[in-house]
């Protein structure tokens, strides 16, 4: 089973916009999918009881089953449910022993930072956190860097590019702001739910990331 854990340090950075997507995305293509809630906030719980609020007989979305693994004990409690991937929505920060255990079981890091440089500075130093991790030092477990909420009209975006790439940790793909994640996210929904052409071009900015994932 697949385990892919979306965490930073740094807040506002859409971390649980991202888990909810990604959870979409898997679930939209058949997969058994389960979003686990490891923040204090719950927000990605939250969205999954409006999801299936929105069902109706004429409207279905994915089935996407919501874990509370808000603290360490909760981790692995659903063992018996037959599921072919895990998003997990992570907590803030990596001091704690939560974090810790969802690094180490996590098969995918997917870290979003936004382009600003109070933003990288704070997240280059989680990345060095993350990369001391026993997974991650032995290759059991990737880092895929995501600059999320991107201006088209952003200066410090090739900055960001450049100063990441530096360290060792390039920019997968650019994901940029746009009302659409709003709207969805108060319905329960993502854009994975939608097919119009309209929406295609902000599916597409995903697709670096998906492969990576597959």
């Known amino acids: ?9 740094k807040g506002g950075c859409g971390k649980t916009t991202l ?3 990604i959870a979409t995305y898997f679930a939209s293509r058949g997969e058994a999918v389960a979003l686990a809630d490891a923040d204090r906030q719950k927000s990605s719980l ?6 299936d609020k929105s069902q109706t007989d004429s409207q279905k979305y994915a089935r996407i089953v919501g874990l509370n693994w808000s603290k360490a004990d909760n981790i692995g409690a659903d063992k018996g449910r037959d599921l072919d991937v895990i998003v997990i929505d992570g907590p803030g920060g990596l001091r ?3 974090a810790k ?3 180490s079981e996590a098969t995918d890091i997917v870290v979003p930072v936004l382009p600003s440089v109070f933003d990288w500075d704070a ?20 880092i895929l860097v995501i600059a999320n909420r991107v201006s088209r009209r952003s200066t410090q975006l090739a900055a960001l590019d450049e100063v990441l790439t530096e360290r060792g940790y390039p920019v997968l793909c650019r994901i940029t702001d746009r009302v659409i994640y709003a709207r969805e996210a108060a319905s329960g929904t993502a854009i ?4 119009d052409a309209a929406s295609m071009e902000i599916r597409g900015q ?8 597959d």
């Open 46 to 51: 939250e969205w999954v009881k409006r999801r």
């Open 96 to 98: 704690s022993e939560l």
């Open 123 to 142: 997240t280059l130093k989680f990345l060095d956190g993350i990369s001391e991790v026993k997974r991650v030092r032995k290759g059991k477990a990737e």
């Open 1 to 9: 089973m697949r385990k892919i854990l979306v965490v930073n340090s």
């Open 19 to 21: 888990a909810t997507n």
């Open 206 to 213: 995903w697709h670096p990331l998906l492969q990576a994932l």
């Open 101 to 103: 255990t969802l690094i």
């Open 192 to 195: 994975f739910d939608r097919t």
